[in-house]
């Protein structure tokens, strides 16, 4: 099984910082990377699909990076709305396999 | 609009068996595969498997093989997930999502339900 690795486990933020959070494959999975956002008491939310693909209804500050192995979660300018866990899943093979997460707080 | 609604909260007796439903609405219920999802101790996201619900064609996790079976009733648009033999490793949240067929991502989540195993 692919295992995906996220970093760092906890991020605390001020409102307006721009983040990156790190999402690494122990394989090549070319770009079938997709990040998720959790929020408290919520249902997982898409928000990236392909590494870097946009989704309509998601705000335009999170953006997605890398191919391969390493990937890339940024939000540029935190609002704090954004508090939750992120997930990175493989989307290359079977078994999909998520990420252990990184939880983001708002200092 | 596209939905997933998901039964209420389980409190079953350990080497129980029970049942989970995921009514499917706003959309065509055969356009997409319907995929299981456990959440443990409120964070680890598993994969457990999924469903075509065109043919009733089924790919499991093998850490889930034996433990959930999968199926859909197309004329209610609803899939099902039956985890068998319960343990206490067993308490989670379980979701649905659907995946579009030939893409690799979960757009839309049930709302999940919360299974505990306990005497």
């Known amino acids: 099984d692919i295992v995906m690795t996220q970093s760092p486990a906890t991020l605390s933020v001020t409102p307006g910082d721009r983040v990156s959070l790190s999402c690494r494959a122990s394989q090549s999975i070319s770009d079938y990377l997709h990040w998720y956002q959790q929020k408290s008491h919520e249902s997982p939310r898409l928000l990236i699909k392909y590494a870097s693909q946009s989704i309509s209804g998601i705000p335009s500050r999170f953006s997605g990076s890398g191919s391969g192995s390493d990937f890339t979660l940024s939000i540029n300018s935190v609002e704090p709305e954004d508090v939750g866990v992120y997930y990175c899943q493989n989307g290359h093979s079977f078994p999909r396999t998520f990420g252990g997460g990184t939880k983001l707080e708002i200092k | 609009e596209v939905q997933l609604q998901q039964s209420g909260p389980e409190l079953v007796k350990p080497g129980a068996s029970m049942k989970i439903s995921c009514k499917a609405s706003?959309?065509?219920?055969?356009?997409?595969?319907m995929n299981w999802v456990k959440q443990s101790h409120g964070k680890n996201l598993e994969w457990i498997g999924l469903i075509n619900p065109y043919n009733g064609g089924t790919s499991y996790n093998q850490k889930f093989k034996g433990k959930a079976t999968l199926t859909v009733d197309k004329s209610s648009s609803t899939a099902y997930m039956e985890l068998l033999s319960l343990t206490s490793e067993d308490s989670a949240v379980y979701y649905c999502?659907?995946?579009?067929?030939?893409?690799?991502?979960?757009?839309?989540w049930g709302q999940g339900t919360t299974l505990t195993v306990s005497s």
């Open positions: 706003g959309y065509s219920f055969t356009g997409y595969t």
């Open positions: 999502a659907r995946c579009s067929y030939g893409t690799y991502y979960f757009d839309y």
